[in-house]
Every structure is written in structure tokens, then in C-alpha cells.
């Protein structure tokens, strides 16, 4: 079980392959059980430790508990303040989809460790959960009046045909603009992580001046990972409140 | 043997409170620029990210459209141009309105918080 660290080192897009760990297939569907599978897994399992941590209730809060107590109220206001109070009928729809990319992020920075969000399935797969609640429960609460959010109001009746043929499209783009964000910064971040690694390690490999000059990515590597830190949170948190403006569509259409 | 003592000096000497006192201000002052840079430059990536990602989500999707219907109605290439066009409309209605919600579209600028609604007025 050699891992190669050169190889390693030198591919920065090694460590988004996918390994299968188990095989399982169902006819023709390959269900095979993969390291992202895995990491989802671990990531479930976190939060799941997390909300345990804090279950005593106490009215002095332990650390998670007050963590949790903070998320709670950080992800209430956000959804409170972009679609009201009754927007918090999915705040635990808006919940999990942040504490589980929150989470499928952290898990990424640690070395070794795959990251899930890293794969443009998996982070288009979560925005189609936010747009099929969205449709769902739009046509559901308004019928036929959820088909305002595509006719603007204020608009002259001259363009209003060529205006609502852009907000379909607007509308279709939502769930791909929305995955594509969080997925590119993890991709992007991630590759910018090892390349910059891989220089330094390289460099310092040449020997002479070249290892002095090492110094450069190395301290450069030093500065990306708090950045991909804040990116992980950042990230999150913009899907969250991405869902939540989205919902607030569902929840009173013609509203723009 | 010199915790009880150390305890019994700090309540004997007056200034004690007043040398906290003075220690706290210095950490205080120590704390308060707290990694706002970092802040400034991972939204700058996300900002662009942002902005790429709407644009090229509507030219995508309108020219995806404009190939479905050169598909059904065998228009072969007109419904691709008018798709790109509408996409590329769209892309820039997404992004007019992306830098015009600003806070409410993103986020990734400033926190939710309500102490930086002054900022907006």
C-alpha cells in the first residue's frame, strides 16, 4: 500500500478521484459504496455526534451546545429575514443543507480526507432538493399564482413576453448557478491548496537556491488555508441563504 | 503554600483591580483588527465566482433551449442563435441582479448581522 507521495504531490487533481470501497450493483446501476460515500458518511455521522454533544439541554451551555445554539440562531435570523416568519416552516430543510455542506467542507481541509463538494454532482444534487421544494411547494401553496414569479409586474406589455422568456431561463439557471458556485470554490480552492504544495515540495526537492525559493509557495500554502477555511464557512452559509431567498420566491411569487 | 498567599497580595494591594483593568484594555485593543484582509480577499474569489457562475448558468441554459427546440421543430440552427441570445439576456439579468441584491442575493460581503445596517443607508 504505497500512496506514491510524489505522485501525490505532483497531480492536483489526484485527490478528487473516486475510489470504489465496496462493490454493489443493482441491473446496470453502479451503486458501488465510494470514498465520497464515505466522507458523506463521516460527515452525517459529525453532526449527528455534534447534536448528541448538546442534547443535555443545560441552561449554562457546554461548548457544542452553545455552538449549536449560535448555528440555530445565525441560520433562524437568516431565514426570518429573507422570507418572514413563516419562511421557518423549512428551517430544518435549510438547517441540514448547511450544517451538511458546513461539515462535507470542514472534513475536506483535513489532510487525506476527500472532499464531497468537490464533485459537481454531489452539490447539483443538492441544489435540485432546494429547487424541487421550491416548485413543490410553490404550486402546491399558489396553484396556478406561482406562475407570477415569471411575469414581473411594472414591466411594459410591449416586452413583457421577451421579460418572462428571461426569467424562465433565469429560473432554470438558479440550481446550476447555485451548484456550480459551491463546487467551483472547493474545486478551485483545493487545487490552488496542492499546487501551491506541490511546488514548494518540489522546489525544496531541487536543491541550491531553488530550495531557498521554497520559501515562496510554502508561505503562500501558510496563508491559502485559513482562506480555505473561511472560504468552507462562507460557502455554506451562501447556499443557505441562497435556499432561503429561493424559498421566499415559493412563498409569495410576484414579489421581485 | 503561595496560591493563598498570591490570592491574600492582590486583595491587599489597591491598584490590583486598576492593573487589570489596564491589562484588559491592552488585549482588548490587541483583538480588535481580527482578520478582516483574510476576509476582503476569500470574497473576492467568491465574488467572481459568483458573478461567473450566474452568468454562464443563464448562457447555458438558454443555449441548451435553443438546441431542444432546433431539435423538436428542426430549425437547425435559429433556435440555437435565438437561445444563445436569450441565455446571454438572461446571464446579464442574473447579474444586474446578483450586484444589485448585493447582501440579500449573496452575502459572502458583508455578515447578516445588524450592526452593519448603517452602512447600507
Redesign the interface.
Given at each position: 500500500m504505497n500512496i506514491g507521495l510524489p505522485i501525490v504531490a505532483k497531480d492536483p487533481t489526484a485527490q478528487f478521484e473516486l475510489h470504489k470501497l465496496a462493490q454493489l450493483k443493482i441491473g446496470n446501476l453502479d451503486l458501488s459504496f465510494t470514498n465520497s460515500a464515505l466522507m458523506m458518511l463521516v460527515s452525517l455521522a459529525c453532526i449527528a455526534l455534534w447534536f448528541l454533544l448538546s442534547s443535555k439541554k443545560e441552561l449554562i451551555p457546554g461548548r457544542a451546545q452553545s455552538v449549536l445554539e449560535l448555528s440555530y440562531e445565525f441560520i433562524a435570523d437568516m431565514l426570518q429575514s429573507s422570507t418572514g416568519k413563516e419562511g421557518m416552516r423549512f428551517f430544518p430543510l435549510v438547517f441540514s443543507i448547511f450544517a451538511f455542506i458546513l461539515f462535507a467542507n470542514m472534513l475536506g481541509m483535513i489532510p487525506f480526507f476527500f472532499t464531497t463538494t468537490s464533485h459537481i454532482i454531489v452539490t447539483f444534487a443538492l441544489a435540485m432538493i432546494v429547487m424541487c421544494v421550491v416548485i413543490g411547494f410553490g404550486v402546491w401553496k399558489n396553484g396556478f399564482g406561482f406562475l407570477k414569479l415569471f411575469w414581473p409586474a411594472g414591466i411594459p406589455i410591449a416586452i413583457k413576453p421577451f421579460v418572462s422568456l428571461l426569467e424562465v431561463i433565469s429560473f432554470i439557471s438558479r440550481p446550476i448557478s447555485l451548484s456550480v458556485r459551491l463546487w467551483a470554490n472547493m474545486f478551485a480552492g483545493h487545487i490552488l491548496l496542492k499546487l501551491f504544495a506541490g511546488f514548494a515540495i518540489s522546489m525544496f526537492a531541487a536543491g541550491g537556491l531553488t530550495a531557498v525559493g521554497s520559501i515562496v509557495p510554502f508561505g503562500l500554502t501558510l496563508a491559502l488555508i485559513p482562506l480555505e477555511f473561511l472560504v468552507a464557512f462562507v460557502q455554506a452559509y451562501v447556499f443557505a441563504l441562497l435556499t432561503s431567498v429561493y424559498l421566499s420566491d415559493a412563498l409569495h411569487p410576484g414579489h421581485h | 503554600m503561595t496560591d493563598p498567599e498570591g490570592r491574600a497580595k492582590l486583595h491587599s494591594k489597591p491598584t490590583d483591580i486598576d492593573e487589570l483593568g489596564r491589562k484588559l484594555d491592552i488585549i482588548n485593543a490587541k483583538r480588535k483588527p481580527d482578520a478582516e484582509p483574510?476576509?476582503a480577499?476569500?470574497?473576492n474569489?467568491?465574488e467572481g465566482?459568483?458573478y461567473?457562475?450566474?452568468f454562464?448558468?443563464?448562457v447555458?441554459?438558454?443555449a441548451a433551449?435553443g438546441w431542444g427546440v432546433d431539435k423538436l421543430a428542426g430549425t437547425s440552427p435559429f433556435g440555437l442563435l435565438g437561445g444563445l441570445f436569450?441565455?446571454l439576456?438572461?446571464?446579464i439579468?442574473?447579474v444586474v441582479?446578483a450586484a444589485k441584491e448585493g447582501m440579500?442575493?449573496?452575502?459572502?460581503d458583508l455578515p447578516?448581522d445588524e450592526l452593519y445596517e448603517d452602512e447600507d443607508a
Amino acid at each position: 500500500m504505497n500512496i506514491g507521495l510524489p505522485i501525490v504531490a505532483k497531480d492536483p487533481t489526484a485527490q478528487f478521484e473516486l475510489h470504489k470501497l465496496a462493490q454493489l450493483k443493482i441491473g446496470n446501476l453502479d451503486l458501488s459504496f465510494t470514498n465520497s460515500a464515505l466522507m458523506m458518511l463521516v460527515s452525517l455521522a459529525c453532526i449527528a455526534l455534534w447534536f448528541l454533544l448538546s442534547s443535555k439541554k443545560e441552561l449554562i451551555p457546554g461548548r457544542a451546545q452553545s455552538v449549536l445554539e449560535l448555528s440555530y440562531e445565525f441560520i433562524a435570523d437568516m431565514l426570518q429575514s429573507s422570507t418572514g416568519k413563516e419562511g421557518m416552516r423549512f428551517f430544518p430543510l435549510v438547517f441540514s443543507i448547511f450544517a451538511f455542506i458546513l461539515f462535507a467542507n470542514m472534513l475536506g481541509m483535513i489532510p487525506f480526507f476527500f472532499t464531497t463538494t468537490s464533485h459537481i454532482i454531489v452539490t447539483f444534487a443538492l441544489a435540485m432538493i432546494v429547487m424541487c421544494v421550491v416548485i413543490g411547494f410553490g404550486v402546491w401553496k399558489n396553484g396556478f399564482g406561482f406562475l407570477k414569479l415569471f411575469w414581473p409586474a411594472g414591466i411594459p406589455i410591449a416586452i413583457k413576453p421577451f421579460v418572462s422568456l428571461l426569467e424562465v431561463i433565469s429560473f432554470i439557471s438558479r440550481p446550476i448557478s447555485l451548484s456550480v458556485r459551491l463546487w467551483a470554490n472547493m474545486f478551485a480552492g483545493h487545487i490552488l491548496l496542492k499546487l501551491f504544495a506541490g511546488f514548494a515540495i518540489s522546489m525544496f526537492a531541487a536543491g541550491g537556491l531553488t530550495a531557498v525559493g521554497s520559501i515562496v509557495p510554502f508561505g503562500l500554502t501558510l496563508a491559502l488555508i485559513p482562506l480555505e477555511f473561511l472560504v468552507a464557512f462562507v460557502q455554506a452559509y451562501v447556499f443557505a441563504l441562497l435556499t432561503s431567498v429561493y424559498l421566499s420566491d415559493a412563498l409569495h411569487p410576484g414579489h421581485h | 503554600m503561595t496560591d493563598p498567599e498570591g490570592r491574600a497580595k492582590l486583595h491587599s494591594k489597591p491598584t490590583d483591580i486598576d492593573e487589570l483593568g489596564r491589562k484588559l484594555d491592552i488585549i482588548n485593543a490587541k483583538r480588535k483588527p481580527d482578520a478582516e484582509p483574510v476576509q476582503a480577499s476569500a470574497s473576492n474569489m467568491a465574488e467572481g465566482l459568483k458573478y461567473a457562475s450566474e452568468f454562464s448558468a443563464a448562457v447555458l441554459v438558454g443555449a441548451a433551449l435553443g438546441w431542444g427546440v432546433d431539435k423538436l421543430a428542426g430549425t437547425s440552427p435559429f433556435g440555437l442563435l435565438g437561445g444563445l441570445f436569450l441565455g446571454l439576456c438572461a446571464g446579464i439579468m442574473n447579474v444586474v441582479r446578483a450586484a444589485k441584491e448585493g447582501m440579500d442575493g449573496s452575502g459572502e460581503d458583508l455578515p447578516p448581522d445588524e450592526l452593519y445596517e448603517d452602512e447600507d443607508a
